[in-house]
C-alpha cells in the first residue's frame, strides 16, 4: 500500500549548521506530498507542500522538492536555528472519491542546540 | 488566527470504558477528521467526515469507534469500550474542502493524549 518512510532520529545539530531530513514515499499514482511540523505543545501545522513532479516546496528557509525518479521529498534547512526543533512529518495526500486522507512518516524529533 | 481545539489535553481511563474525545473544528470548514499516533508509531488516519455523515474510514475504525458533530462547532470521537492498545495521541483536523482541491489544507489540533490502564 501507500506509505512514507522518513529518517529515524532524533537529530541533534548546533545552531546555523545545515539540515537534511530524508523522506522517500511508495505511492500508486502522482500523491501530493508535505512537511508537517508540530512545535511542543502544539499541533501539527503544514510546513510546505508540493502537487507535482519536480515542485518545489518552501516556507520558513524549509525546502523540498518532489523528486518521481527517487520518488523522495527531502526537506532541507541551510542554517538552522534553536526556533526549529520540533518534530517534523513527511506525508502524502491520497484522494479517493472526494475525500482525501493523509498518509503519514513516523516524524524526526530535531533538536537544535544554542 | 483560527484553530482547531480539542479536549481535554489528557485523558486516562479503566480498560473498558467510554471515552468522548472533543474537538471544535475552524467553523467555515466542511471536511472533518480524525488521526491518531501510538507512541514511536506513525500517525494513523481514523476517519473522515463530511455532510454529517462518514465518508471514508481506516480498518482501525473498527465498531467501537464512532463519530459524531451533535451541534454546529463540535465533532467528538467516541471509543464505546476502551482498551490497552487504544492508548494513543488522537489529533482532530478539519479542511475547508477535500477532494484534491487546492483549499484542501488539514489544520491540526494539539491532540488529547488518551491513556487506558
Known amino acids: 500500500g501507500d506509505s512514507v518512510t522518513q529518517m529515524e532520529g532524533p537529530v541533534t545539530l548546533s545552531e546555523e549548521a545545515f539540515l537534511t531530513i530524508n523522506c522517500t514515499y511508495t505511492?500508486?499514482?502522482?500523491?501530493?506530498l508535505f512537511w508537517y511540523v508540530q512545535y511542543p505543545g502544539e499541533g501539527l501545522q503544514l510546513l510546505l507542500k508540493?502537487?507535482?513532479?519536480?515542485d518545489k516546496g518552501s516556507n520558513k528557509g524549509f525546502e523540498a522538492t518532489y523528486r518521481k525518479e527517487t520518488t523522495s521529498f527531502h526537506l532541507e534547512k541551510g542554517s538552522v536555528q534553536v526556533s526549529d526543533s520540533a518534530v517534523y512529518f513527511c506525508?502524502?495526500?491520497?484522494?479517493?472519491?472526494?475525500?482525501?486522507?493523509?498518509?503519514f512518516g513516523k516524524g524526526t524529533k530535531l533538536t537544535v542546540n544554542p | 488566527e483560527p484553530e482547531v481545539t480539542q479536549t481535554p489535553s489528557h485523558q486516562v481511563t479503566q480498560m473498558g470504558q467510554e471515552v468522548i474525545l472533543r474537538c471544535v473544528p475552524i467553523s467555515n470548514h466542511l471536511y472533518f477528521y480524525w488521526y491518531r499516533q501510538i507512541l514511536g508509531q506513525k500517525v494513523e488516519f481514523l476517519v473522515s467526515?463530511?455532510?454529517?455523515?462518514?465518508?471514508?474510514k481506516s480498518e482501525i475504525f473498527d465498531d467501537q469507534f464512532s463519530v459524531e458533530r451533535p451541534d454546529g462547532s463540535n465533532f467528538t470521537l467516541k471509543i464505546r469500550s476502551t482498551k490497552l492498545e487504544d492508548s494513543a495521541m488522537y489529533f482532530c483536523?478539519?479542511?475547508?474542502?477535500?477532494?484534491?482541491?487546492?483549499?484542501?489544507?488539514?489544520?491540526f489540533g494539539p491532540g488529547t493524549r488518551l491513556t487506558v490502564l
Open positions: 483536523a478539519s479542511s475547508l474542502l477535500g477532494g484534491g482541491s487546492s483549499y484542501n489544507e488539514q489544520f
Open positions: 505511492a500508486t499514482g502522482y500523491p501530493s
Open positions: 508540493a502537487t507535482k513532479a519536480d
Open positions: 467526515f463530511y455532510n454529517n455523515e462518514i465518508s471514508e
Open positions: 506525508a502524502l495526500i491520497l484522494t479517493q472519491g472526494g475525500s482525501e486522507k493523509l498518509v
